[in-house]
């Protein structure tokens, strides 16, 4: 790779880097970080609307759309009921809930390894720096 200063290239080489980790780890039970993540905020909310779990997440609704079709054509996840498509309710299925017991060993490995990389203190610094930019804009 080229040297760069640039930050928003760092952070996107950096990502990519730790999805990479992740997506290997969930392939064995046919999940990636992204439907990892979706399933778990699922799991934490009680039957949200298309919209609330598009803002919980912090992803447009467009984005949450399509891995919402994926995970329902896996028969992980069911759209439910709703005025229209914005108030549709997302619950996870028996089989996204047992996908999600499954895939949670395999997160839980990587976030020791990578916990076990850095070390507790750059752990906690960057967890800091992390929320820092979350709340940029």
Do not use: F
Not at 12 to 38: H, I
Not at 80 to 98: F, H, I, K, M, Y
Request: glycine residues 8%; aromatic residues 2%; hydrophobic residues 40%.
């Amino acid at each position: 790779m080229l040297p760069t200063h640039c930050l928003c290239t760092k952070l996107r080489r950096a990502t990519r880097s730790v999805n990479r980790l992740y997506d290997d780890a969930l392939a064995t039970v046919g999940l990636n970080a992204a439907q990892y993540s979706l399933l778990r905020n699922l799991e934490r909310l009680e039957r949200p609307s298309i919209t609330s779990l598009a803002e919980a997440m912090g992803l447009d609704r467009s984005t949450l759309g399509r891995n919402l079709r994926v995970l329902e054509g896996k028969g992980l996840l069911a759209l439910e009921g709703g005025e229209d498509q914005r108030n549709r309710l997302v619950s996870p299925t028996a089989a996204g809930r047992a996908c999600l017991d499954q895939a949670r060993a395999a997160w839980e490995r990587v976030q020791e390894q990578l916990g076990r990389r850095l070390g507790p203190e750059k752990r906690s610094a960057l967890m800091a720096l992390l929320d820092e930019l979350e709340n940029l804009g």
